[in-house]
């Protein structure tokens, strides 16, 4: 088990290895540290910043008085739903947004590309994602502090301070850093509703001077920026621990502070408006249906695409979830054995494509790939292989809190009982199965809507759904991209609710 | 799930290994359903009695960037659709060799003389506008800059007509270009990666202005039987941009390449490009819908291409730092 262990890190590694291998070895030059004094870097580093902050902080001043709504009005209709929809939303293909966006600006005239529809895009994504982890950081305050503050007639002010804040305060900065960090590697977002060099982040620039220039020097600069800016605030981040979101405990109805006059109303309604601006992507699909030609669509030409999609997600699924079970070995005894220096660093290494921008190891193995091997014939391997790696990370981050949990109340037990291989994985398996199953959904959705890895190395003939969405959204053909949008849409929905149905008990 | 691991590697191993007997890099417009490709692949297949292979970039520009590349791995034995500007570049990469043809039959205007590259067809950069929405377009280049009508434009690193309205305002506006960029894209609503992208949003009724041809208009006429497209006329001069294909320094089938560029210049081929790529002819006598005749025929504006080689890295730049403020 351990040695499957290193080897898993040590393939996950050996890709961003090879990828700057590919592109430190192609130039004779290193990186064009000329740049430093180059207005356009300020530009775009000052945009990528911008961007990153703002959109972080309103997801996550949004997201606040949702999760509280959701709080303090447990009864509220569809609950359960809205908290589904979110996680939805979090996991949403970005070209399914983009589409929707795109269909819903053109009904309203609304100009969408530059920072607005980047800002649009970042919060409707990640808001939900804050929503969930408030939501549950404010279910986690205990019973006894509420009729504490009845007994104290502690105003609404006062409870605010006193009893949520306290509550709030570590997430809200994990949740700044974490969403910072997702917006400052995004991608398919900024190169679509960007509109322009105006509007470029660090991660576009560094495809954009691969792609565009063949700027190898500069691309490199470019990306060891990136990863020192991303992976320095990632490394702080990862310090502050990490959100319980998708935790499926849900403890009997505990005691709330009622909430009564306007502030029931303005909760209850600013409950269904985040109802509404949730769905209204998601319903323009509808509108682009309508009002594009509708006998251009061929159902036909879609099932190949949506096989696609759906074998390369279970494959980067499987193999991810292996990948990180089998990783985590080392680093859980690490954890037992309380080295904690050199498990930061491992955890690190298992998580580090997260930070190591995604454009530069595709990019980087694509160069490194090209001189040796037929990438048209095999880059389909690539997109696989390559999602997985990026999948690997988020597996690793769901699964090590129950791992740790598990090894801190049955460790020494299972020890004892000299438990080991399979006999220990069947005791394992009932204790980590509802995340294993939620994380397992997750990444499987999370690599059905890949286009970045696909617009490197993939290839017309294996076109997947979402490239299809890209190559009509960018012709254009609304119709089209909706009804193809829809369809992802419906798959990953699908998906999210079968293993949320799977992981809760048979009641 | 086994099975399903098993399907996929059958799937993957199955990947047929067969290569086709020449293969051409052009952009993607030109092998679209409705672009030339589908037909020229039939017909030259049809005279060749071999396997034509089109593999598609998003525009121009990135079919140089990846021969650039692949450098000697790469496949293509010919390059279709890098434009006039990009010549002296290529060349002087050592990416293709020369074509060892007698050009005599193309059009005396064009005054070709390329010892490498053979062109397939040219036009004008231009705006296009709707005539419908927009009764008066502005008659040079300085006062549609000036203006405030939203335009779409394609990006100069990737897009040969981005790279010909780079040239066009570098002509235009010289050492003032930086101003005009920034006053431009005071009113530019994006800029796309292809000229595909952004003609089709265009049509969408995106901006009012697109940069394209002056041979467009003839494309709505044509197949949608539509009026209201043209192309404005602006007094400065238009680029003009010639498209070429020329044989890979390191294709293995060199005969088979230039029985294919002989074939695009035939009268076979030349027939088919203006219609499908919606380009004018580079050969005299061949027969086009009435439309052809009444497109706006510019003053021919420009760089020779030598001076876009030795200039093209700083305009880009220059570019870039004043279009990203």
Redo the contacts between chains.
Sequence with gaps: MRVAGWISLFMIVLITVLAFQGLIGFSESGPDWTLLN???FH??LAFSLKQALLSAFLSVVLAWPIARVLYYLPHVPALNSFLSLCLLCFVMPTLVLITGLVVLA?QVEW?L?GLNGILLAHIYLNMPFAIRVFYQQLKGIPDSSWKLSAQLKLNHWQRLRIIEWPSLKSSALMLLGFIFVLCFNSFAIVLAL?????S?TLEVAIY?AL????NIPEALMLAWVQLLIAGGLFLMVSRLGSANWLSVDTASDEWRPQVKGWRYWLMKSSYYLAWLVLLLPILALFFGLIQGDLSRISLASLIRPTLITM?LG??SA?IGMALAYAMLNPIRQMNSLGQTRRRVFFEWLATHALVAPAMVVSVGLF?FL??RI?I???G??FVALLNTSIVVPFAVQKLKPRLYQFDAQYGDLSRSLKLQGWALLKIEWPFIQPVFLSTFALILVLSMGDVAIFSIFGS?EWTTLPWLIYEYA?????AEASFASMLLLALCALILWLFEKAQTPHA | MKNQLVAISIFLVSVSTYAADLTVYTYDSFVSDWGPGPKLEKAFEAQCQCDLEFIASEDGVSILNRLRIEKAKTKADVILGIDDALIEVTRKEGLVQSHGMKLDGLKKELNWKDSDFVPFDYGYFSFVYDSSKIAKPPASLKALIESDASVIYQDPRTSTPGQGLMLWVKKVYGEQSPGAWAQLAQHTVTVTKGWWEAYSMFLEGGADYVLSYNTSPAYHVVTENKTQYRAALFEEGHIAQVEVAAITRTSSNKALAQQFLKFLISKEAQTIIPITNWMLPVIDGVELPPIFSELIIPKRIGFTPNEVAEQRTGWLKEWRSTAAR
Excluded: A, C, E, H
């Design positions: 180059d207005s356009y530009n775009i053109g100009r590309y960007g509109g322009g060099p105006q470029t954009q792609k565009y220039d063949f074998s279970l494959f499987v160069i090209l001189q037929d048209d014939r095999w389909i391997v017309k960018g012709t254009y053909r609304m």
